[in-house]
């Protein structure tokens, strides 16, 4: 998954990430470096917040022609763990558990 942190920066200028996100059953609740987001309605730039820090964060599919931060001068950082799934999704392959869309 993309995650960026938008809390205290200008628009897709916050620090990025390309890892793996654990959802909740229902993908209301996501957890990520130890935090705790809850899917936000009715937020400027943001679908997710930290429940500890008020902190807002943007999470979602990566996008194969990188473009994940819109505006942003930075490539995400890609978590060790995903690398090896992340550069095979560039090269065309499906994400694990998207393999039938």
């Known amino acids: ?6 809390t205290g920066y200008d628009t897709d200028r916050g620090p990025s990430w390309i890892g793996w996100v654990d959802f909740s059953k229902t993908w209301s609740t996501a957890y990520f470096h130890g935090r705790t987001l809850r899917r936000a ?4 730039d943001a679908n997710f ?13 990566p996008k194969q ?24 999704f560039l090269d065309g392959t ?8």
């Open 1 to 6: 998954m993309f995650v960026q942190l938008k």
């Open 65 to 88: 022609d990188r473009t994940d931060t819109r505006y942003g001068p930075t490539r995400p950082e890609i978590e060790p763990d995903a690398a090896r799934a992340y550069r095979a």
């Open 49 to 61: 917040h930290d429940v500890d820090t008020g902190e807002e964060f943007w999470v979602s599919g």
């Open 94 to 101: 499906p994400l694990p558990g998207r393999e039938n869309g």
């Open 41 to 44: 309605a009715g937020l400027y």
